[in-house]
């Protein structure tokens, strides 16, 4: 399998993703294709001792700018490796793509040009979050859409469902709807007329979810427009590092907490990998017509690998022919 | 002061809003208007050796169903002590109002029967959040308006940050407005034109606010329509307790973490009532030309009793005349 990587995205680029790379030739198998300033990256690769056993390089002089306007980026950086290596998926020189490039830019790229997944309205960004009490969850979207209409909800469904069940073998994932109350009623329109559409979808919708409850297992797949589980992954993360803040505060806070906190050690360890995103990977951007996975920004080498991890396992799963046997299907049913 | 208390809102009435006010009564030096079925009321205090002293009681025999739609809930249920208590308030039989009933019934109750102050367009429902990096924040608004228009957003503003000068004692608040980015252009319309707004309200709006950095006291007062306050709000609750329970399973995992525990729990009470809503009182419910303050719906008699004191210290600090003056300035400015 060969992926190809934007190696000019994110913070820590290009040594953070080159670095990634070489990790997962050599642990996942595969191979990679580096997207970039060609001439930069071999040398860099050189100097740092990076193994590019298993790379192919495409030259991309340019780096996308983060704040671009995304349409606008689009049409400006064409030379950007953001948008030749997403060109590269298109042509088909890799399997998958990963890159921590502008997520707005990202999202823009795909959609027009590996396109979407014909009969999808729109690509949404999901992330599998960790759930204490129960079973971890695919929140979608992230905000590829800030605003968006019924159908697109109901599909966003159907993309959690097939993820959920093909890649991490959930099985009959239990698909929910965030609201600010477990009645049907409950909501604006946007709610209510998903409601509607995802009692008929072919999935098993179980009603509306309250925020509140999934950190508990609640659901497998929990669907919103990107405004509003953006604003649940924000809100998920800041509390998250809150609490990890003021448990270490409260560990350190005198000899004998300080006693308390080296026989805990390892639960420690336990509480801050379930909410280390770097172990995590990327976010896959369903609903695209090749497989899509979104780093995050300040992803360092082991989060490259593992968003590479999650590529092969997107690509293997064969997510995106599942889609597409579903919406023929459900295409016929109509 | 005269506190109107709801006598037949939330799980645990009308028992404990009795024993609450009986506490208020001893502890805050108020009066209390208990509101409700009472014969019902003066049997259960005798049965349950609830003081009475500084009580009076209004008769009013229905107690407002929890699920009824709001707007229905209000013409028919015109006998319900929720009713019947607001009406109070509107005659000037008590300073403040203290209910755990429906939301959606006390807010309509409070604009149609309280009113609004003069010139705010829509009341908004507010709570404290522990802020645990830095100070505590207040968040606006929590579902009253679950769609809004930017000139609401804006008055939120002005509310919040006079409720924080005023009773919290916080200097010059700083507003801000929940966003998914930094940056001026980010966010839906709404936010947009809202932004563009409240950087000329006469208060101290320092620009938008990540969900992920609340936590951290990045703001004093954070603005979202009640959609999103609502989201933001119920994720802070689920994530709190998901890791308080994680906390808990950690600290009692073998013999050793629970020697440490040992050591810890004056830290871990700490922790644990920095997250307790019951110490907090209720919501205010600002706008209102009245002190009205939601109590949650599982109060026990601790919490109404915090949610009366949180419903004198709004009316001493006199929110709603500062209020009504910065209206009248901004009118004068205009």
Chains 1, 2 share one sequence.
């Not at 005198?254 to 801050?272: H, P, Q, V």
Request: aromatic fraction near 6%; hydrophobic fraction near 45%.
């Amino acid at each position: 399998m060969k992926i190809i990587m934007d190696m000019y995205g994110g913070d820590n680029a290009p040594l953070a993703p080159l670095s990634g790379a070489a990790l997962a030739v050599k642990e996942l198998g595969i191979e990679i294709v580096a997207v970039g300033n060609a001439d930069e990256m071999k040398a860099l690769c050189e100097e740092k001792n990076i193994s590019t056993e298993g790379f192919e390089f495409i030259d991309a002089p340019l780096a996308m700018p983060v704040c671009a306007e995304p349409t606008e980026a689009l049409k400006s950086y064409k030379e950007s490796s953001l948008t030749v290596g997403m060109q590269a998926l298109a042509d088909g020189l890799g399997d998958a793509y990963v890159g921590a490039g502008s997520t707005g830019a990202l999202v823009v790229a795909a959609t027009f040009i590996a396109k979407r997944i014909k009969g999808i309205k729109r690509g949404a960004l999901a992330s599998v979050i960790p759930s204490f009490g129960g079973n971890d969850y695919m929140l979608l979207d992230l905000g590829a859409n800030s605003e968006c209409r019924p159908e697109m909800l109901s599909q966003f469904g159907l993309l959690g469902s097939i993820y959920m069940s093909s890649v991490l073998k959930i099985e009959n994932p239990r698909v929910a709807l965030i609201n600010i109350g477990a009645e049907e009623s409950k909501g604006n329109d946007l709610q209510k007329e998903a409601h509607a559409l995802m009692k008929n979808a072919p999935y098993n919708f179980i009603g509306n979810v309250e925020a509140r409850d999934l950190p508990f297992g609640a659901c497998d797949v929990a669907v919103a427009d990107g405004w509003t589980g953006n604003i649940v992954l924000k809100t998920t993360e800041g509390i998250g590092l809150a609490f990890a803040k003021q448990i270490k505060q409260m560990l350190t806070k005198n000899i004998f907490t300080k006693l308390g906190a080296l026989s805990m050690t390892g639960s420690i360890a336990e509480l801050k990998s379930s909410m280390d995103y770097k172990k995590r990977g990327g976010a896959p951007l369903l609903g695209i017509a090749k497989p899509v996975i979104k780093a995050h920004g300040s992803s360092d080498a082991e989060a490259f690998k593992n968003a590479c991890l999650q590529a092969k396992l997107f690509t293997e799963a064969d997510v995106i022919g599942k889609v597409t046997k579903a919406l023929a299907e459900i295409k016929e049913a109509e």
